[in-house]
């Protein structure tokens, strides 16, 4: 739920017979919009992986940091 115009998109996942078809960066751009339509300003997202950052960067996020995870 947003707050203060701000949200994160999460949880994109494709599963493995259809990706590298485009079905995640579609599904992140089209969150992204609907976002934007219901008065968001601010949409972050945070990407696991290399190949999670190059679909993001496609559908027009930028790295603007890093953030470590620690697990015990």
């Given at each position: ?23 995640a ?17 601010v ?30």
């Amino acid at each position: 739920m947003p707050l203060n115009q701000t949200t994160e998109i999460a949880g994109i996942g494709v599963i493995p017979s259809f990706r590298r078809r485009g079905v995640a960066g579609a599904l992140t751009t089209r969150l992204v919009q609907e976002a934007f339509n219901t008065g968001v300003t601010v949409a972050f997202l945070m990407a696991a992986h290399e190949a999670e950052e190059r679909i993001y960067k496609r559908a027009g996020f930028s790295t603007i940091g890093e953030i470590l995870h620690i697990s015990l």
